[in-house]
């Protein structure tokens, strides 16, 4: 959660990538989080024209990988941590595969 106590969304360079992808509009970018005693959960949902180079119809996979930064519990990390490179590396990161 940010500062107004919301979720916060960021994009992230991949280092050592050929190219840079534009700049998403984060403004479109859907996040909602709801707390409880236990634990939080939290909604994300990403506009295919925000996905750079996204092709469905060619590309019905894509790579994926989450970072959650908690002030209170910490990092929560999709499946490696900093110990590995998935900041680099996307070789790191599950697939996401799209049906129709």
Do not use: N
């Not at 019905?60 to 900041?87: I, K, N, R």
């Amino acid at each position: 959660m940010g500062p107004s106590g919301k979720p916060v969304c960021q994009q992230q360079a991949i280092h050592r990538a050929q190219d840079d992808a534009p700049q998403c509009d984060l403004k479109t970018i859907g996040l909602w989080a709801k707390t409880s005693k236990t634990g939080y959960d939290l909604d994300i949902w990403l506009p295919a024209s925000e996905l750079y180079g996204f092709d469905p119809a060619s590309y019905p996979q894509t790579g994926f990988y989450y970072q959650v930064s908690d002030s209170e519990l910490g990092e929560q990390f999709m499946m490696v941590d900093h110990e590995f490179p998935f900041a680099q590396d996307p070789s790191l990161w599950a697939t996401l595969r799209f049906e129709q």
